[in-house]
């Protein structure tokens, strides 16, 4: 069974930068994507889909974070991380970790990691 916990969030003024860390258990984590999610404050906002890291590194963001946001993962580790630079108020959320198996399809989530940004 695999399990998913984010650290990293926390407090940041606008223009700053925080690092998100997914630690994986559980087998299958080199040959899955790994994706980070958020989800905003507020009734009616769904979570959204932010960055993704393929089992060979390849990568793609949603258009609002490209060229501030990096994934990247250490499959020696189990780890996978979100560098967030720049930060804007609107990029405050819940970060989400997300792992789909390519053997299973099974998807995992974590618990959350909130990230605050102020102004």
């Known amino acids: 069974q695999v399990q998913l916990v984010e650290s990293g969030g926390g407090l940041v003024q606008e223009g700053g930068s925080l690092r998100l860390t997914c630690a994986a258990s559980?087998?299958?984590?080199?040959?899955?994507?790994m994706a980070w999610y958020r989800q905003a404050p507020g009734p009616g906002k769904q979570r959204e889909w932010v960055a993704q890291i393929t089992e060979g590194g390849s990568t793609d963001y949603v258009d609002s974070v490209k060229g501030r946001f990096t994934i990247s993962r250490d499959n020696a580790k189990n780890l996978v991380y979100l560098q967030m630079n720049s930060l804007k108020v609107e990029d405050t959320a819940v970060y989400y970790c997300n792992q789909r198996s390519l053997r299973t399809s099974y998807v995992s989530w974590g618990q959350g990691t909130q990230v605050t940004v102020s102004s």
């Open positions: 559980g087998s299958g984590f080199s040959s899955s994507v």
